[in-house]
């Protein structure tokens, strides 16, 4: 495997949060992964495939007792947005009604007709896309991507079978997830 010496494989991803228990389990109701690690200041969830196997990567979330919510879209002089998650659902309206019946809102700003960009309960943002299930293939030593549009999207490599999943933001600057 690339990458850095003694890479393991496994990735974590972290949110923080001024109350990582209750963040924690929304995730938990929109995405159906259990909680696998919890304490008061730090929370684990197991990551699983659309077959439910776990993965070599986990989602969890800290205690920032300073947390501000991210503006979205970006404003220059306002907490800005670190990352997001795109998740992929068979059914857009449906999955943002699913969405706000367990507290998610529907961000004002859409820069997409076919993807709804939405908040968590503390202000994440997280995009839900009519995407078929991500797979990614790697050849060995090759990039994800041999080029870029001139959209500024990822043209993936034909080594991958890749279903790109990006958000636009305010600029229409595609950014890879």
Request: proline share 8%.
């Amino acid at each position: 495997m690339a990458g850095i010496d003694g890479f393991t494989g496994w990735l974590g991803t972290v949110f923080d949060s001024p109350d990582p228990q209750a963040l924690a389990r929304f995730y938990q109701q929109l995405l159906g992964w259990e909680i696998s690690n919890s304490s008061p200041t730090w929370v684990e969830m197991l990551m699983r495939d659309s077959q439910g196997r776990g993965t070599s990567s986990n989602l969890a979330f800290q205690l920032e007792p300073e947390y501000e919510r991210p503006s979205w879209p970006s404003r220059a002089g306002r907490q800005q947005m670190q990352f997001h998650l795109d998740v992929g659902v068979a059914d857009v309206a449906a999955a943002v009604e699913a969405a706000q019946a367990i507290g998610a809102t529907i961000a004002d700003h859409q820069p997409q007709e076919d993807v709804r960009v939405m908040l968590d309960p503390h202000g994440h943002p997280f995009c839900l896309q009519g995407r078929p299930t991500a797979r990614l293939e790697p050849a060995a030593s090759r990039s994800v991507f041999d080029e870029w549009d001139g959209d500024g999207g990822p043209v993936p490599s034909a080594a991958w079978l890749w279903h790109p999943m990006t958000c636009r933001s305010t600029s229409s600057q595609r950014i890879p997830s």
